[in-house]
């Protein structure tokens, strides 16, 4: 099974500030790596697929970048809104896996 | 519009089992994956299970922790997809997400999710 590996767990960040959030594949998913964000008491909300194409709706201010076994998450200017819990997932190679979460806050 | 809408969450005994339904609608049922991610209290996502569309075989694959417990159907005909828990331990208390992926994505990109069906495993 394929670990998905998050960094840092918590992240403290400005408003307006830019900021990266970090994932490791434990083997090679090609580009088959989506990131989420969740709210407290929401399901989570789908941001980036294929590892760099935003989904429907997604403000351009999120943007990811990757391949292989390194991924990356970037929110270019943080607004309020985005204060939340962000997840990797792999879906490479059945079973697919999450990662654990980066939890971004207010600093 | 897409729409998925779960129902039947609870509270049940250890040993005991639970059908979870999820509706969908804007979307063509039949051609789509459809995918069960759970979430236990405070913790992150994980997943249960998926049922492949008929023409893709309709094929299930579950998580290690559910397989041989957790049951995915669907009636394509009622546009719902089905999740039967038996044998219910503890450590499956959880909030219970139906999804639905965007096309071409083997099940993999999540971008319609259900409200979520808290179970609730306690005696």
């Known amino acids: 099974e394929i670990v998905m590996t998050q960094s840092p767990a918590t992240l403290s960040v400005s408003p307006g500030e830019r900021t990266t959030l970090s994932c490791r594949a434990s083997?090679?998913?090609?580009?088959?790596v989506v990131w989420y964000q969740q709210k407290p008491g929401q399901a989570p909300r789908l941001l980036i697929y294929g590892a760099s194409t935003r989904a429907t709706g997604i403000p351009a201010r999120f943007s990811g970048s990757g391949s292989g076994t390194e991924f990356t998450l970037t929110i270019s200017s943080l607004q309020s809104e985005d204060f939340a819990v962000y997840y990797c997932?792999?879906?490479?190679?059945?079973?697919?896996?999450f990662g654990q979460g980066t939890k971004l806050e207010i600093k | 519009e897409v729409q998925v809408v779960d129902s039947g969450g609870g509270l049940v005994k250890p040993g005991g089992s639970l059908r979870l339904s999820c509706a969908a609608s804007g979307f063509t049922f039949s051609y789509a994956w459809m995918t069960w991610v759970r979430q236990a209290p405070g913790e992150g996502l994980e997943w249960v299970g998926r049922i492949k569309s008929e023409t893709d075989g309709g094929t299930t694959d579950y998580a290690a922790p559910v397989k041989g417990r957790f049951t995915i159907s669907r009636d394509d005909s009622k546009n719902t997809v089905y999740l039967q828990m038996n044998s219910l331990k503890t450590e499956d208390t959880a909030v219970y997400y139906c999804?639905?992926?965007?096309?071409?994505?083997?099940?993999?990109?999540?971008?319609?999710w259900g409200q979520g069906a808290l179970v609730t495993v306690s005696s």
């Open positions: 999804t639905k992926d965007i096309p071409l994505t083997r099940g993999g990109a999540l971008a319609y």
């Open positions: 083997q090679s998913v090609s580009s088959d």
């Open positions: 997932q792999q879906y490479n190679d059945w079973p697919y896996s």
